[in-house]
C-alpha cells in the first residue's frame, strides 16, 4: 500500500520568509501528486497538482508554486511568505479518477 | 464545474445512536465518490468509497454510504457511533470526465457525545 510522507509536521515561519515543503511517495509508481490547503475549520483547496515529473498544474494563482523533481517526490515552496499562506498543508497521492487519493499526515504552517 | 455540499457543518449526538451524515453533489455524468475522515491534525482517511455496483457501500469503522443517482447524494451512515469516531468528514467526488481532479465538500465536524 501506499505510504506519504510529510515534512515538517509543524513549521513556524515569519513574513517574507521562503518556504519549501517536501513530500515522497512510497508503494506506488507513476502516482498523481497533489498539493491542498486547508484552512482552519474549513475544507481543502486544491493548490496544485502532477501527473508526471515536471507535469504541474495549478488551481489557484497565489505566491506559492510545486515541483515534482522525481516520479515520487513533490515540492511546494515560496520565495516569500504572506500571512494569509498559513494553514495546514497536505500531499496526496493518487493513481486515477477511480482511485482514491492517499494523504500524508500534513504540514501546519504558521506565518508570523 | 462539479461541486459538492456537506449540508451540516456540525452534527452533535449520543454516544451509541445512529448518525447519517449528508453530501450532494451536482453532476450529470457518471461518478466516483468518497468519505474520507480526518482526526486533529492529521491527514485524511479514507472510510469507503463507490465506484459503480451496488448502490450500498459498506466501509471501515462500521460506516456505510447509499448513492442515489436521482437525488445525486451519497449519505454517510452508522447505526450506532462511538466516542471514537469525533472527526471532521468530507466526502469527495471525482470522475472520468474532470481528469485528475477530485472535489471536496467543505466537511462535517461530528461530535459524539457521551
Known amino acids: 500500500s501506499q505510504t506519504i510522507h510529510q515534512w515538517p509536521a509543524t513549521l513556524v515561519q515569519p513574513v517574507g520568509s521562503p518556504l519549501s515543503l517536501e513530500c515522497t511517495v512510497e508503494?506506488?509508481?507513476?502516482?498523481?501528486l497533489y498539493w491542498y490547503r486547508q484552512a482552519a475549520g474549513r475544507g481543502l483547496q486544491l493548490l496544485f497538482y502532477s501527473v508526471g515529473i515536471g507535469q504541474i498544474s495549478s488551481e489557484v494563482p497565489q505566491n506559492l508554486s510545486a515541483s515534482r523533481p522525481q516520479d515520487r517526490q513533490f515540492i511546494l515552496s515560496s520565495k516569500k511568505l504572506l500571512l494569509s499562506d498559513s494553514g495546514f498543508y497536505l500531499c496526496?497521492?493518487?493513481?486515477?479518477?477511480?482511485?482514491?487519493?492517499?494523504f500524508g499526515n500534513g504540514t501546519r504552517l504558521t506565518v508570523t | 464545474a462539479q461541486s459538492v455540499t456537506q449540508l451540516d457543518s456540525q452534527v452533535p449526538v449520543f454516544e451509541e445512536a445512529p448518525v447519517e451524515l449528508r453530501c450532494n453533489y451536482s453532476s450529470s455524468v457518471s461518478v466516483y465518490l468518497f468519505w474520507y475522515v480526518q482526526y486533529p491534525n492529521q491527514g485524511l482517511q479514507l472510510l469507503l468509497k463507490y465506484l459503480s455496483g451496488s448502490t450500498l457501500v459498506k466501509g471501515i469503522n462500521g460506516f456505510e454510504a447509499e448513492f442515489n443517482k436521482s437525488q445525486t447524494s451519497f449519505h454517510l451512515r452508522k447505526p450506532s457511533v462511538h466516542i471514537s469516531d469525533t472527526a471532521e468528514y468530507f466526502c469527495a467526488v471525482t470522475s472520468r470526465d474532470y481528469g485528475q481532479n477530485f472535489v471536496f465538500g467543505p466537511g462535517t465536524r461530528l461530535s459524539v457525545l457521551p
Open positions: 496526496a497521492s493518487g493513481q486515477g479518477s477511480n482511485s482514491p487519493l492517499h
Open positions: 508503494g506506488t509508481s507513476n502516482p498523481n
